[in-house]
């Protein structure tokens, strides 16, 4: 009797040791998971939903939320204002065709450039400015952002550009932010506000960044207009030759669906 009072309790101890292992597993387990999702929602890309044809889209955190930050994503939707941007990671030949048609239309707009940008077309940049576009901060080497927590490292991608614009076109640089790949971090936004900075993102843009792979004009065309809205921030880009090519009959288009076209610095008072 005493052996087998042994052997009981030994399968006691071994099972409640296997009930410890199996909470264990699932404590780390759920404690994973929860890290997942915390990480998921610390960073995030900027996404857009048009739900209905010429209305703005609901982006992924509203007008409210990003206005936290001193952020933007659109404007005042109760006016046909277009506010037009251009992110600007390199100069492939198309910068002088769209400045001439911003020019032609009496369109200010606003590009945003990376280091290289600054490094290799300074010239195109001093343009910019002598013909009152507005050129804001894209960060020196186009990294994603929101994987960098470091507040010093952050500072250093936007000072890096500030300061090389400054050094080509003599003065400051305007405090306005747009992140490299839509991709922030709330943490972002905070450093980006402490720092003075505007963040922008946007509200309506199309797949125009594959050099290889130019949408048509009409495809660009078929994105670009029904899509168009109330307090617009367009996002296109300069390195591409659709782009180039179809802005003047662009800008007339939405000129004659009614739409004026104002400057960031209107928008949000940078």
């Excluded at 614009?165 to 905070?190: C, D, F, H, T, W």
């Excluded at 296109?236 to 004659?256: G, V």
Aim: proline residues 4%; glycine residues 8%.
């Amino acid at each position: 009797m005493e052996g087998m009072f042994w052997i009981i309790k030994r399968r006691q101890a071994y099972v409640a040791l296997a009930v410890c292992v199996a909470v264990l597993v699932a404590l780390v387990s759920l404690g994973a998971r929860r890290q997942a999702v915390a990480t998921a929602a610390a960073a995030s890309n900027w996404g857009l939903s048009f739900q209905q044809e010429g209305q703005p889209p609901v982006g992924n955190a509203s007008a409210q939320q990003l206005a936290q930050f001193g952020a933007y994503y659109v404007g005042d939707t109760a006016k046909k204002t277009i506010y037009l941007t251009f992110d600007a990671g390199y100069e492939n030949g198309y910068t002088p065709a769209i400045l001439d048609a911003l020019k032609k239309h009496g369109v200010r707009a606003t590009f945003f450039v990376v280091g290289h940008y600054l490094e290799t077309a300074p010239d195109l940049v001093k343009r910019m400015v002598e013909e009152g576009h507005t050129v804001g901060n894209h960060t020196y080497h186009h990294p994603d952002m929101s994987a960098i927590a470091n507040e010093a490292a952050f500072r250093e991608e936007l000072v890096a550009t500030e300061d090389l614009y400054e050094q080509i076109v003599g003065q400051a640089m305007p405090k306005l932010y747009r992140p490299p790949q839509g991709k922030y971090s709330e943490q972002n936004l905070k450093m980006a506000h402490e720092m003075g900075y505007t963040t922008l993102f946007w509200s309506l843009a199309y797949v125009d960044w594959y050099v290889d792979k130019q949408p048509t004009a009409q495809q660009a065309f078929d994105k670009l207009l029904p899509r168009i809205h109330n307090g617009a921030v367009v996002l296109l880009h300069s390195t591409s030759a659709t782009n180039a090519a179809i802005l003047d009959e662009l800008l007339t288009r939405w000129k004659n669906m009614g739409y004026a076209f104002g400057t960031i610095s209107e928008l949000c008072g940078v």
